[in-house]
């Protein structure tokens, strides 16, 4: 039933490796966001999508890309993963307007040796 | 610039206590705040929003917010807390002419002592 789903949900990575993290909405938003928490900081925005096809840069894209592919699945990549891409990262929906409330996904814990 | 301010780490109170949790924010235009819960191991999910209207905002599980303009502030606020409210509390930004990206405090842990 839940309405955002990622997978995995741990997952330990080599430097310089290459990981994917998934997510997946029922809920028929337009828009998808890809987060990450770090103590200290909240949550930071990494990338983001209007819908299918779509990707556009957050306020910390650098070291990620991101993929689209249909209105229900959005990717996130780490081409060379870097220690300092250890997190928990967040998936989210909204229909992207302001008044809209963000629908989050349980979080996938990185960890990057 | 666009911040959300939450000057409390951590707030520790009995259960039972009333507890307010703070936040500020600097942005300008017409904007949307936000509370978000996030239980340990767990996503966020939404406790209540203020956009116009009355500035005190009624949210589930007894929480409420006011909004001050003048102050720039959007505290939360819990009459009685019960155990199961110790979590995480994040307040937030939108606004339309963002893309509604929501821009995040940094958090304040609440913990509950019996």
């Known amino acids: 039933e839940a309405a955002v789903t990622q997978s995995p949900r741990n997952k330990v990575a080599v430097t310089g490796g290459k990981v994917t993290l998934s997510c997946n909405q029922t809920?028929?938003?337009?828009?998808m966001y890809w987060y990450r928490q770090d103590t200290g900081h909240g949550l930071r925005l990494i990338h983001y999508s209007y819908g299918a096809g779509s990707t556009e840069k957050g306020d910390i894209p650098d070291g990620y890309k991101a993929s689209r592919p249909s209105q229900e699945n959005f990717s996130l990549i780490l081409e060379l993963a870097t220690p300092s891409q250890t997190s928990v990262y967040f998936c989210a929906s909204g229909d992207g307007t302001g008044r809209d409330t963000q629908y989050f996904g349980p979080g996938t814990r990185l960890l990057v040796l | 610039t666009q911040t959300v301010s939450q000057s409390d780490a951590h707030v520790t109170v009995f259960e039972g206590d009333s507890v307010e949790l703070r936040c500020n924010y600097s942005?300008?235009?017409?904007?949307?705040l936000s509370w978000y819960i996030q239980h340990h191991g767990h996503g966020l999910q939404f406790l209540l929003k203020?956009?116009?209207?009355?500035?005190v905002v009624q949210g589930v599980n007894g929480f409420e917010a006011e909004f001050s303009k003048s102050d720039s502030s959007f505290h939360l606020r819990k009459a009685s807390v019960h155990w199961s409210d110790s979590a995480v509390y994040f307040c937030?930004?939108?606004?339309?002419?963002?893309?509604?990206?929501?821009?995040f405090g940094q958090g304040t842990k609440l913990s509950i002592k019996p």
């Open positions: 942005y300008g235009g017409s904007i949307y």
């Open positions: 203020y956009y116009s209207g009355n500035p």
């Open positions: 937030a930004v939108s606004a339309d002419y963002n893309q509604g990206k929501l821009i």
């Open positions: 809920n028929n938003h337009n828009n």
